[in-house]
């Protein structure tokens, strides 16, 4: 590869490509030919004897930059060489070459003080290398520099590999010269259009080696617009807001670029943060199809029964949901989903709707008076009254045809829990002066504060407490007296 010398005027990678002076080579062959004028007019005026004391001067120049005099041009070759085998060693690969960009215009004069030390100096410190290489541009305006076209190419490439799979570009630049149709299955996707929002072309150019960026870094810079993160360090009494704002970002874009935060998260002296502001010098835009499975709710529909106590509720068919394949157009600029458009929709499972009868019938808290046996049958075991040395405070009830037990009158729960001796015991108030108590039992269905009308089941006949086997302990209160049971059942 061809490398050429020009003056060192700006190191950073992070700048836009140098534009070369027009105009340089004609000035430089410009002041050529006055000093040659000026020469050739002084030694034709000078006399015979003076001939011999004519000496010569070397002028420096770099491209349209006059750098100085020196009195032996030999020693501005050896700089060239030394920063020839400098570049050589730096580069290995490039060519180096000085003689475009450094021009030598020799002078014969009378008398004359060059300036070697500084003129070699300046010409050491300002000479570059300079190679052949492709310049990227983006809307006109030259952004980097590459190696070669390959790797334009491939930066190209490798940007959108960013946010494209690479298994879905290949088949999407395949697909572009293929007429075949692509059947999309669930969760897949497919590429239908990928392309630079900007202008972006290259062009044949100069550059320095050291600015010259490998694909990797060309796509580093392009995302970011720098090719180094910026690190804020947390010092005493900085919140993420607060850092925020002081480096124009929001607090949520603060979080995006720092995955390990969040708005709680407890910040350290030392830590560092990122605050890189990322601009895209290059948006890529991905259109693609996408074909997603999804859930169809399903309807409820909730009937009133006025034959059904209020707070009842009966499951007439149970809901299930469907599934539907519902094809998406997306568009998405680095990676961000700006637009999202159905493009069809099939039904593969149709919902099934949920049924649910509810009672209306209002259910009085107040007692009808009249009490109905509280278990399905049996007979008393064990009557009111006196027993093995105490007082019974009820009758027991045993052998039903079923374990059910049943309020013996419409009312509200007062009690529903253990209590001792009783067991599993639940107290009803009637309302009405009455209460019933309900002992011994196995499983409690009813809650404090829960209205239940006359033949609700309200539990299951147990054993617990102090008992010597299944049955119901019922007892009656009136007017907070214990009455005998058998004087108000029917």
């Given at each position: ?285 991905v259109v693609y199809e996408t074909v997603k499975s999804e859930t169809i709710d399903f309807e409820k529909e909730i009937r ?160 617990t407490g102090n008992s010597t086997g299944v049955h119901l302990h019922f007892e009656v209160t009136k007017n907070g007296l ?9």
């Open positions: 590869m061809k490398t050429k010398w020009k003056i060192g005027r700006l190191n950073s990678q992070n700048v836009s490509l140098l534009e070369q002076h027009k105009y340089g080579t004609l000035i430089k062959a410009f002041v050529a030919t006055v000093i040659l004028s000026t020469v050739t007019f002084n030694l034709a005026f000078a006399n015979e004897g003076d001939i011999d004391s004519v000496d010569k001067i070397y002028h420096v120049y770099l491209e349209d930059e006059y750098i100085g005099s020196v009195s032996d041009e030999k020693k501005v070759k050896e700089v060239i060489k030394e920063k020839e085998k400098e570049a050589s060693a730096n580069y290995p690969g490039y060519e180096v070459d000085a003689d475009e960009l450094v021009t030598i215009v020799p002078e014969q004069v009378f008398s004359y003080e060059t300036t070697d030390s500084d003129t070699l100096k300046t010409l050491k410190k300002q000479l570059e290398v300079q190679t052949d290489a492709y310049a990227l541009y983006v809307n006109g305006e030259p952004v980097l520099y590459l190696k070669n076209k390959e790797d334009y190419e491939e930066t190209l490439k490798k940007l959108k590999l960013q946010y494209v799979p690479e298994e879905k570009l290949k088949k999407f630049e395949q697909s572009k010269n293929s007429e075949a149709q692509q059947n999309l299955k669930e969760n897949d996707m497919k590429i239908v259009d990928v392309v630079l929002s900007e202008d972006v072309s290259v062009k044949e150019a100069k550059a320095n080696p050291a600015n010259i960026l490998t694909p990797d870094e060309a796509v580093k810079f392009i995302k970011t617009g720098s090719l180094e993160k910026q690190v804020y360090i947390v010092k005493k009494g900085d919140v993420l807001g607060k850092i925020a704002k002081e480096h124009g970002l929001t607090t949520k874009e603060l979080l995006a670029l720092n995955p390990g935060l969040s708005v709680d998260s407890l910040l350290q002296i030392g830590q560092e943060i990122n605050v890189t502001v990322e601009k895209p010098l290059i948006n890529v835009k009133k029964d006025a034959s059904m106590f209020k707070g009842e509720k009966v499951i007439v068919q149970k809901g299930s949901p469907g599934k539907k394949e519902v094809s998406y157009l997306v568009t998405a600029v680095n990676g961000q989903v700006v637009n999202k458009t159905v493009t069809n929709e099939k039904v593969l499972v149709q919902p099934t709707k949920h049924i649910e009868k509810v009672g209306t019938k209002v259910i009085s808290s107040r007692g009808t008076g009249k009490f109905v046996w509280p278990t399905s049958g049996g007979y008393i075991s064990s009557g009111m009254g006196s027993r093995w040395g105490s007082f019974h405070r009820g009758i027991d009830i045993a052998r039903p045809s079923n374990y059910n037990i049943k309020a013996s009158d419409n009312g509200v729960v007062v009690f529903a829990g253990w209590d001792g001796s009783y067991g599993n015991k639940i107290v009803i108030n009637h309302n009405n002066g009455y209460q019933t108590l309900y002992g011994h039992l196995s499983q409690i269905k009813v809650s404090v504060g829960q209205v239940v009308p006359q033949g609700t089941v309200i539990g299951i006949m147990g054993s214990l009455i005998n049971p058998l004087s108000v059942l029917n």
